[in-house]
């Protein structure tokens, strides 16, 4: 079955610090990913998506993925964390044709140290 | 302007009682959602629909109904609220395919 797995529920790094945010998936076919974060008390919005091509994709604010299809992974990174970072990510895959619908992992939750 | 709005942001609702919650989005896409978020949980899907007036259940649609009048709207029905319900709920609407989804602010439920 499809599924999407992110191994850390918490994370807390330095601010200026590099960040990577683990997500690992599950699925046979062509997968078609996403980083979604959600700040408190507010909705998803989308960090990033991969569909296919170079497997490094680059999205809002500086954060970046890299897809690995032997690894099955896609792997949220960050150079350097900004306090403003603090938030839950999520991971997620869609599959389906035509009907968009989308498979999440558990989240992570980012803190940053001052 | 917000693209996806959800009303209401949040309710208390009692056990047994009916719950309606409403979704209108400015995005003009075919595709909307239901999630529901509970804590240290990702989203699981509710129902979603592509169409006015059809509505498909996606994977945990036991206890809900959902309703798409027109193409902006798409309601959560809860005839029988009950405890476990109690939940964030997100609405989300999309192209379909493989495309990105574009999420509301939530609804907090809290069901007593």
């Known amino acids: 079955a499809q599924s999407v797995t992110q191994p850390d529920a918490r994370v807390t790094v330095s601010e200026g610090a590099s960040l990577q945010l683990r997500c690992k998936y599950s699925y046979s076919a062509t997968p078609y990913l996403f980083w979604y974060v959600q700040y408190p008390r507010q909705g998803l919005q989308l960090l990033l998506k991969?569909?296919?091509?170079?497997?490094v994709v680059q999205g809002v604010n500086s954060f970046e993925a890299e897809f690995s299809k032997s690894n099955s992974s896609f792997h949220l990174q960050k150079a350097s964390v900004h306090w403003s970072d603090s938030a839950v990510y999520f991971c997620?895959?869609?599959?389906?044709?035509?009907?968009?619908?989308?498979?999440f992992g558990q989240g992570t939750k980012l803190s940053i140290k001052p | 302007e917000a693209a996806v709005t959800q009303s209401p942001r949040s309710k208390v609702a009692v056990t047994g009682g009916k719950v309606t919650l409403s979704c209108h989005q400015t995005n003009n896409h075919d595709y909307m959602y239901w999630y529901r978020q509970d804590t240290g949980h990702g989203l699981r899907l509710i129902h979603y629909?592509?169409?006015?007036?059809?509505?498909e259940k996606g994977d945990i649609p036991d206890g809900y109904k959902a309703s798409r009048p027109s193409q902006e709207n798409f309601s959560l029905i809860l005839e029988l609220a009950s405890l476990s319900q109690t939940a964030v709920y997100f609405c989300?609407?999309?192209?379909?395919?493989?495309?990105?989804?574009?999420f509301g602010p939530g609804t907090r439920l809290t069901v007593l």
């Open positions: 997620a895959l869609s599959m389906g044709y035509n009907q968009g619908k989308l498979i």
């Open positions: 629909s592509y169409v006015a007036d059809s509505t």
């Open positions: 991969y569909y296919s091509g170079d497997p």
């Open positions: 989300a609407t999309g192209t379909g395919s493989y495309a990105e989804q574009f």
